[in-house]
C-alpha cells in the first residue's frame, strides 16, 4: 500500500513490508530494492535505468559473497576441488590441498577471505550510490507530494481514495492515466 511505500521511502522503515516470519534486514533490503525499482518504472522516473542497473550490481555482489562464505565454511570442515575451483573462477586464487589442516587451512581461507574483501567495500560503494540516487530521485518528492496527488486522483475518479486504500503500481498507473487524460484533451482543443 502506498501509506507503506511511503514508510520505507521517507523514514527508512523497511519493517513495514513484513507479512510474516522474521526476515533478515538484508532480505527486507532486497524486497525494497525491488518495490523501489518497480516504482521508478511505474512512475517513468529518468533515473530508473541507473537504480537498476545499481541494484543488479548489489544483488550480484551480495550473492557471491553469500557464495564464497558458503564455500569457506564448507572448507573448514571437508576439502572439495570443485568447490576451490568455483574461488579460483573468482580470481580468488586459491591454493588449498587435500592435505592441508590447521594452521596451513585456516591462514589459506584467510587469504581467500582477504581476496574476496573487495566485494564487501564494493557492495558498501554501491549501496551508497544507491542512496545517493534514491535521494536525488525523491528530493522532489515528500509526503505533501503524495498527499497532493492523492486528492487529484480522488478528484479525478469522484471519489476519495487514502494512502491506506491504494497500492503503489496503482497509484502511478493513476497518475499516468490523469496525465494522458489531459493530454488527449489538450490535443483536442488545439485541433479545434
Known amino acids: 500500500m502506498l501509506d507503506k511505500f511511503q514508510d520505507c ?26 518495490i523501489y525499482v518497480q516504482y ?22 551480495r550473492a557471491k559473497i553469500y ?3 558458503g564455500i569457506i565454511v564448507y572448507l573448514q570442515l571437508s576439502y572439495s576441488k570443485e568447490l576451490i575451483d568455483i574461488l579460483n573462477v573468482f580470481a580468488l586464487r586459491c591454493t588449498i590441498k ?13 587469504t581467500v577471505l ?14 551508497g550510490d544507491l542512496e545517493k540516487l534514491r535521494t536525488k530521485s525523491t528530493g522532489k518528492l515528500d509526503r505533501n507530494y503524495f498527499d497532493d496527488q492523492l486528492f487529484e486522483i480522488s ?20 497518475l ?7 493530454q488527449r484533451e489538450e490535443f483536442k482543443n488545439k485541433t479545434r
Open 155 to 174: 478528484k479525478f475518479n469522484g471519489y476519495h481514495i487514502k494512502a491506506s486504500d491504494i497500492t503503489v503500481s496503482q497509484f502511478c498507473r493513476s
Open 9 to 34: 521511502l521517507f523514514e527508512n522503515d523497511l519493517s513495514v513490508l513484513i507479512i510474516s516470519g522474521s526476515p533478515t534486514q538484508e532480505d527486507l533490503q532486497a524486497a525494497w530494492d525491488k
Open 40 to 61: 521508478c518504472q511505474l512512475s517513468q522516473d529518468s533515473s530508473y535505468n541507473e537504480v537498476f542497473e545499481t541494484i543488479k550490481e548489489i544483488n550480484d555482489l
Open 114 to 127: 582477504g581476496r574476496a574483501k573487495k566485494w564487501n567495500l564494493k557492495l558498501k560503494q554501491k549501496q
Open 98 to 110: 587435500q592435505e592441508d589442516t590447521g594452521a596451513v587451512l585456516a591462514d589459506k581461507l584467510n
Open 176 to 182: 499516468n492515466k490523469i496525465v494522458e487524460h489531459y
Open 67 to 69: 557464495l564464497i562464505d
